[in-house]
């Protein structure tokens, strides 16, 4: 992982994903297109939680198509998140300071001078909306929607 996919997880978790739904027909469009493109994988977790009180996590696009769930319960899985969410910039500096915490406490692989000038441009952006580095893409190939805990149980 690198600094910027840090930065998203603890991102997805306090800001949410409402920026995602702004347009529900191209959010809609885009769901379907990525659902249809990658292939079904059932070696990976449903869920992962992004969020230290657990409350939001991805659905992992992959293993939901094996498991051939619902795309319209997800799309509005994902409308009722982000009606539900209330972003927090106070959580977001919080959990960007915890992790400075564990890289000065070397509890993490991650320069501490790389993570301050990373958040420092983060900061000077007003905490933009980050994309995954190619790394991380070429590695993992992520596909997942970030949803509330409470939206999840809807998808049953």
Known sequence: MQPVDIYKIIYQGTMGTGHFISDENSARSYLLREIAEIPANNT????????????????????FKSDNGDVEALFRAMLLSAKQFSPSQNALENGLNAVFQLAAHRKIPLA????????????????????????????????????????????N
Not at 123 to 141: A, C, D, F, V
């Open 112 to 155: 501490e001078n790389e993570w301050i000038d990373f958040i420092a441009k983060m900061k000077s952006l007003n905490y933009p909306t980050p994309h995954h580095s190619p790394q991380y893409n070429q590695l993992y190939h992520p596909a997942y929607r970030v949803i509330t805990r409470n939206a999840a149980s809807t998808l």
């Open 44 to 63: 990976i977790p449903l869920f992962e939680f992004v969020s230290p009180d657990s409350n939001m996590l991805r659905v992992n696009l992959a293993r």
